[in-house]
Nanobody, 128 residues
Framework: QVQLAESGGDSVQAGGSLRLSCAAS????????MGWFRQVPGKEREGVSN???????RYASSVEGRFTISQDKAKNIVYLQMNSLKPEDTAMYYC??????????????????????WGQGTQVTVSS
């Protein structure tokens, strides 16, 4: 089992920044690909970014250049630095953990189906 706890969500104005944190605990062997997702009520959960143990990262095109994922492996924390926030970034943000494929995050690693463990989410609201 893996437990994930997100924090850092808040209400900010457009153009502002936030840093989300995801603290992971439990069986480390079960999680090596870490991801951030977001969801707006009535819409499907959307992959934002993922990172593997070698800190290779992948981003959705909608956040490329604005968001940065990173990790502190000693503390088992994954971060999502969000800059130049837009109203369309408003969503509940979820942290997720899953296995590797051939040493990397899965090819579909921005799909919720690739992740087995999920946090409860943290709300990000961006006002114009």
């Amino acid at each position: 089992q893996v437990q994930l706890a997100e924090s850092g969500g808040d209400s900010v104005q457009a153009g502002g920044s936030l840093r989300l944190s995801c603290a992971a605990s439990g069986d480390a062997s079960n999680w090596k690909c870490m991801g951030w997702f977001r969801q707006v009520p009535g819409k499907e959960r959307e992959g934002v970014s993922n990172i593997d143990p070698y800190s290779r990262a992948r981003y959705a095109s909608s956040v490329e250049g604005r968001f940065t994922i990173s990790q502190d492996k000693a503390k088992n924390i994954v971060y999502l630095q969000m800059n130049s926030l837009k109203p369309e970034d408003t969503a509940m943000y979820y942290c997720a953990a899953g296995g590797l494929v051939s040493g990397k995050c899965p090819y579909d690693g921005l799909s919720p189906a690739a992740f087995a463990y999920w946090g409860q989410g943290t709300q990000v609201t961006v006002s114009s």
